[in-house]
């Protein structure tokens, strides 16, 4: 048995190893704009000292920021299911708590309005 599952693994890798470099080798008619080093939507060959939002800057960092902090939610609730501890439970409402004033605090700040009036 353990050389039949072996030998089928054996030939799905060969399989998947000879399509993946006949797809390699297929030529796309426009792949220009995937060349470039810049994928934000400047152009590359204009000037270095272009105008750039800060309102756009801003809006990006606060969500790597919460998007980081919502990443660490994940292994917190996996925890939660296999064990009912209460100062795990107590720490991940401490946790949202001050993620949900954090929030709070941007948007009474302005800083989540992507339109100004």
């Known amino acids: 048995m353990f050389v039949l599952t072996l030998l089928i693994a054996s030939i799905l890798s060969i399989v998947f ?3 993946s470099l006949v797809i390699s080798y297929t030529s796309y008619s426009d792949f220009s704009e995937k060349l470039t080093p810049f994928e934000c ?3 590359p060959l ?3 000292r272009s105008p750039f939002s800060t309102r756009f800057f801003l809006l ?3 969500f790597l920021i919460f998007d980081v902090e919502i990443a660490l939610l994940f292994p917190v609730l996996s925890a939660i299911s296999s064990t ?3 100062i795990l439970l107590t ?3 401490v946790f949202l708590l001050i993620l949900l004033l954090g929030m709070f605090h941007e948007w009474k700040e302005g800083a989540l309005d992507w339109v100004s009036n």
């Open 17 to 19: 190893v000879t399509l």
């Open 41 to 43: 939507g400047f152009d």
């Open 46 to 48: 204009s000037k270095m």
């Open 60 to 62: 990006v960092v606060l």
């Open 84 to 86: 009912k501890s209460f």
């Open 91 to 93: 720490s991940l409402l």
